[in-house]
């Protein structure tokens, strides 16, 4: 599988941005696509996570409410629209795909596939 991540950029805080990802290569047992972030001098953190099939989400609660993850089955992309933004959500973001969706799993854990990272930076 491979994933191309984009849309990253600058931004105000309070503003929005929409990430995509393209995934090429995918095959009909990897059912998971998600999104992780890495800010300077922290770990990567599970963002938002999509079933292929059905369209489950989960959100960490730190973007719930803000951040929505959605997909298009015919172009084999994902999204990331990121409103009210704040200063927080400075990192880079990275999209991931997985064989099988496993929802909370991610909080934890990472997914099996991983592309180059997009910088987002929210300015306050």
């Known amino acids: 599988v491979q994933l191309q991540a984009s849309g990253g950029g600058l931004v105000q805080a309070g503003g929005s941005l929409r990430l995509s990802c393209a995934a090429s290569g995918r095959t009909v047992s990897s059912d998971a696509m998600g999104w992780f972030r890495q800010a300077p001098g922290k770990e990567r953190e599970f963002v938002a996570a999509i079933r292929w099939s059905g369209g489950n989400t989960y959100y960490a609660d730190s973007v719930k409410g803000r951040f929505t993850i959605s997909r298009d089955n015919a172009k084999n992309t994902v999204y990331l629209q990121m409103n009210s933004l704040k200063s927080e959500d400075t990192a880079v973001y990275y999209c991931?795909?997985?064989?099988?969706?496993?929802?909370?799993?991610?909080?934890?854990?990472?997914?099996?596939?991983w592309g180059k990272g997009t910088l987002v930076t929210v300015s306050s």
């Open positions: 991931a795909a997985d064989d099988y969706y496993r929802g909370s799993y991610y909080v934890n854990h990472g997914m099996h596939y």
